[in-house]
């Protein structure tokens, strides 16, 4: 073999020559100024796309998660969230570093957290010597449980409570598009549900760089204004904007194909009697497994001297992604790798 196959993760795919070419081609403005015509049809595009009034262009995942979370809180107030989400265990602490809020993480299954879980866990409001909850949020699909989907019942029930109690609802979409493709929900439709949402260009979808956030025209005004003094604001990236628009409209309906090579992975990675893997899990591009006999550092550098790359997925777990820049021959090598450690 005489490249890696690299399937650390969805965020290592390049851009391809048709994108490259949609960059090279794009025209730009000062964003900052609000006026790169790239820029304003990408976000024009992914709130129609996604259903809301407003959307905003952010470099990062991160930034989008973080950026939602600040408007919609008050420093001193609390976020409900998933003990495995992305938000608590990735975002280096930036809930407490950029907004001043705590963290409330429940333990899930599959990722998922019920209302019946989160209903206790709301702070009374008279209870002035505690946090305020403010926000509940979840992620869909769900990174460290292995790319699994949310439930759209489950997702109505915790809305249904998240109203009640008069508190914003925010989902972590970095990989929404994969959950659509999978459960034949549209984007629009899991959007319709939260009152912000941050999803990634970056990821499955093939674009260098970049994340959309939306929600109501007043949220986007107000996450402009704390991106820029986040040091957020691009100027020309009317070039990246490009990326992305060229993603939305070229990249989603393809992640189908991801799927299948991730299930493919699976069912072998199941038959090597030394890994340990639940089917279950495997809902989408993220393949979640362990090894009986190796540690993950151990399996991670026999696989690497072979030429293939994965990576931790969670503390004693290893992951494969599966994403658009290897093909079923790679996930065919791969599989061979795999079968040789043992
Ligand atoms: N996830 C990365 C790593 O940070 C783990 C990966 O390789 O999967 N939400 C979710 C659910 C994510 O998986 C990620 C990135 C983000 C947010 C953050 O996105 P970026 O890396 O663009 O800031």
Known sequence: M??????????????????????????????????????NDLQ??????????????????????????????NPGDEVICEKDAHIFQYE????????????SPIEGKYGVITSEQIEPCIRPASAYYMPRTKVVTIENTHNRAGGTIHPIENILHIKELVKKNNLY?????????????????????????????????????????????????????EAFRVRKSWGGGMRQ???????????????????TEDHQKAR????TINEISSFEIDLNAVQTNIVIFKSN????????????????LISEGRPGYLRAITHLDVSFNDIENAKKVLKSLF
């Open 237 to 255: 990236v009317g070039i990246l904007a490009a990326a992305g628009l060229y993603a939305l409209k070229n990249n989603i309906e393809r992640l």
């Open 169 to 221: 609802f925010h989902l972590d979409g970095a990989r929404i598009w994969n959950a659509s493709v999978a459960s034949k929900i549209s984007v629009r439709e899991y959007a319709s549900h939260f009152d912000s949402i941050s999803c990634c260009l970056s990821k499955g979808l093939g674009a260098p760089v970049g994340s959309i956030i939306a929600g109501t025209k007043e949220f986007i005004k």
């Open 293 to 308: 006999l190796l540690s993950v550092e151990q399996v991670i550098s026999d696989c690497k001297e072979q030429g293939l």
């Open 44 to 73: 024009e595009f992914a709130a129609e796309l996604l259903g809301k009034e407003a959307a905003l262009f952010v470099s990062s995942g991160v930034m989008g998660n973080q950026l939602c979370l600040n408007v919609l809180t």
């Open 92 to 103: 280096s602490g930036s809930p407490a570093v950029l907004s001043g809020i705590q963290l």
């Open 2 to 39: 005489n490249k890696f196959i690299d399937l650390r993760s969805d965020t290592v795919t390049r851009p391809s020559q048709q994108m490259r070419k949609a960059m090279y081609e794009a025209e730009v403005g000062d964003d900052v100024f609000q006026e790169d015509p790239t820029v």
């Open 264 to 267: 493919a992975l699976a069912e």
